[in-house]
């Protein structure tokens, strides 16, 4: 029965027959999926759809008729702003001092958190906080990226894809973990393009209790909408952080990742869609206005 179930996906999905938002889910499992049903090998293709259950749930909820997407919430730092090479940058000058290295599976714990939090995961998981507490590492690390917070550039696709939505009338927010000086920094050549935001929600905002993962900021961010809250369901996240991500669906809501590569591929599992960059979104996958510049 699976697999029967299976092939029918993959049918469907090889003739785009199917609603595009499955088979642009999961390209790459479905290609591994056509090979395991070309050797009938039901027990592996068992043990991927475990591993795999968001994506086929996903599919499943297409099929049955989801609530239509009907506003856009974004991520800011690593995910509209090509910030997070600051915080690594600075990060690396600082443990390099006590002979450590930064790498990635650090990272990954502290991006997208308040800065505070952030702090205390660095201290601790580096085992420097007996030289080095969280708020003195705060204040050294500030020094450092004032100077290059006003030199943020925006990611590939970012601009286009908030001046699409906002042209075609779907309200757009911002959530970050950023407190309001940080925010305004890392803005300051893109004011214009941060205007288009119906709200911003930043990570210092009384509403805030908690960073991300906790889902404080993202329904905070819900309920700005005009006439919010919006229903969870009808809300489409983008994010770059594993902690963003959780937040997301941790307040119920869809979630694009658009990961930078060398964040473990095991942060993936938990987003509804991933995608190499922001220039690779169609907005049609979600019911969303698509593009009429294809080149852009
Ligand atoms: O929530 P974002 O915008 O990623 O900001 C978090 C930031 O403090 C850096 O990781
Ligand atoms: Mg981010």
Do not use: C
């Not at 915080?87 to 290295?101: D, F, G, H, P, S």
């Not at 307040?251 to 930078?260: C, E, K, L």
């Not at 942060?267 to 509804?272: I, Q």
Request: charged share 25%.
């Amino acid at each position: 029965m699976a697999n029967a179930v299976l092939k029918a996906l993959v049918l469907a999905s090889t003739q785009r027959s199917f609603h595009r938002r499955i088979f642009h889910l999961s390209t790459n499992k479905l290609k591994s999926l056509r090979s395991d049903i070309s050797t009938s090998n039901l027990q592996t293709y068992k043990r991927k759809q475990r591993t795999q259950k968001s994506h086929f749930s996903m599919a499943a909820v297409s099929v049955s008729g989801k609530k239509p997407i009907t506003q856009v919430i974004f991520d800011m730092d690593g995910l509209l702003l090509d910030t997070e090479k600051f915080y690594t940058q600075v990060q690396e000058i600082i443990l390099a001092r006590y002979n450590k290295t930064f790498d990635w599976s650090l990272k990954a714990k502290m991006m997208g958190m308040k800065a505070i939090e952030a702090a205390r995961v660095f201290v601790n998981e580096t085992g420097i906080s007996e030289s080095l507490s969280a708020e003195e590492f705060l204040v050294e690390r500030e020094e450092m990226l004032r100077d290059l917070f006003p030199t943020s550039d925006l990611m590939p696709g970012a601009s286009r894809l908030i001046r699409h939505l906002h042209a075609k009338g779907i309200p757009v927010g911002l959530a970050t973990g950023s407190h309001r000086r940080h925010f305004e920094l890392k803005t300051q050549g893109h004011r214009e393009l941060f205007s288009l935001m119906h709200h911003v929600v930043l990570g210092d905002d009384p509403e805030v209790k908690q960073g991300k993962p906790s889902p404080d900021i993202f329904l905070a961010a819900a309920k700005r909408f005009e006439g919010g809250p919006v229903d969870s369901q009808q809300i489409l996240v983008f994010e770059d952080a594993p902690s963003g991500v959780l937040a997301a669906k941790n307040a119920g809501m869809s979630v694009v990742m658009v990961p930078d590569p060398r964040l473990d591929s095991s942060y993936h599992a938990t987003a509804d869609q991933i995608l190499g960059s922001l220039l690779d979104f169609n907005p049609s996958d979600w019911g969303l206005p698509p593009f009429e510049d294809v080149e852009n």
